[in-house]
């Protein structure tokens, strides 16, 4: 199974300790790119991005200018940020999961950390313990991801006119309700349990599932793929030819990053060439490259022409949702709606 990739943020890292931990960040991925069966329980692959969109953080106490109760603050300039002033971090107010390094500064400037899991750089086994308790967490993540990329592999043996109960051992995991396009799962159920479940072809109207299944659309889903699938397979005709944007994306605002609302606007206001984005947005290219993919796969842009209004149907729903969230918060037992109900699980480490 190709494996998700999932996203790190750090915070108060200097240089040096940034280079120790992206040395051990691809060991880990060098081994579970090479555990074929599995067999060391490496499940994901890890990438550092901005920590405003990452799906789990470390912070280094070390890089901390000053602390108080659970509020940390740190200089701007080593997190590329364009204003001036200290970046401050409520602690408990974190969505994401996250574990404190170095964590005897962030005493004696006076924050309050005791109920915070901390990990060691310096200890061999300290960096992979912390990732497994990520991956533990952000389960319905990799576990959509893992759905996600069935779909993609079975796309041609699926009736549209049909829904689909996903069960392993009589015990249900997924519906696959295909003419609604929308996807119910289990939230406890895990990738490996998706990857063995046996796909059975019910009529249109047994598209239901417990209420406190996850929802999302086929949409969200074939979104959250592109962004964490480890290889971009964009149509060659992307690279040379102009492409138009021919309708928002048809997922929930949560979804996306301030990123994505400046590359719609730019690809809104006409054709444009994915060599030109990099340049004309100061982002990333590969983060470019991945956007652009996740916009084709859910048929957001074309290379065919423009149409009157792209942003006209569908439009992007429940506009008062702040991007960035963790995974849990996004997606909610009802559809278009955050998961309030979801308990934020522990870290294990404390």
């Not at 364009?82 to 401050?88: F, H, I, Q, S, V």
């Not at 308790?133 to 389960?139: A, P």
């Not at 598209?207 to 962004?227: D, G, K, R, V």
Request: glycine share 4%.
């Amino acid at each position: 199974m190709r494996l998700p990739q999932i996203y790190l943020g750090l915070l108060g890292f200097s240089a040096a300790k940034e280079a120790l931990l992206r040395k051990a960040l691809a060991e880990h991925n060098k081994l579970a790119l090479e555990d074929k069966h599995n067999t060391l329980g490496l499940q994901t692959l890890w990438a550092i991005v901005n920590f405003r969109e990452a799906d789990a953080l470390l912070i280094c106490g070390e890089g901390a200018i000053s602390g108080s109760g659970s509020v940390l603050r740190f200089h701007s300039d080593s997190l590329s940020l364009d204003n001036e002033a200290p970046l401050a971090v409520m602690l408990d107010q974190v969505t994401q999961p996250f574990a404190i390094s170095d964590p005897k500064r962030l005493i004696e400037l006076g924050a309050d950390i005791k109920v915070y899991p901390v990990f060691n750089l310096s200890v061999g086994t300290s960096l992979p313990l912390t990732l497994r308790q990520f991956e533990s967490i952000l389960r319905p993540l990799r576990s959509l991801y893992a759905l996600a990329l069935a779909l993609t592999l079975r796309r041609q043996k699926l009736d549209t006119q049909f829904t689909y109960h996903l069960e392993l051992r009589g015990r249900l995991d997924a519906v696959i309700d295909l003419p609604q396009r929308r996807i119910m799962i289990r939230p406890a159920a895990r990738p490996t349990d998706l990857a063995e479940v046996e796909w059975q072809k019910r009529p249109r109207n047994a598209n239901f599932a417990p209420p406190h299944f996850l929802q999302c659309s086929l949409a969200e889903i074939t979104w959250l793929f592109a962004m964490h699938c480890p290889r971009i397979e964009l149509p060659p005709r992307y690279y040379t030819k102009p492409f138009w944007l021919r309708r928002a994306p048809d997922v929930r605002s949560s979804l996306l990053y301030a990123r994505h609302a400046v590359l719609l606007d730019r690809i809104c206001n006409g054709p444009v060439m994915l060599d030109e984005l990099p340049v004309d947005l100061a982002i990333d290219g590969h983060l470019i490259e991945r956007d652009i993919y996740a916009l084709f796969l859910i048929r957001s842009i074309s290379t065919s022409g423009p149409v009157d209004d792209p942003l006209a149907a569908p439009s992007i729903p429940n506009e008062d949702y702040e991007g960035g969230k963790w995974m849990l918060d996004r997606m909610g037992q009802n559809l278009n709606t955050v998961a309030d109900k979801l308990q934020r699980l522990d870290l294990g480490m404390r």
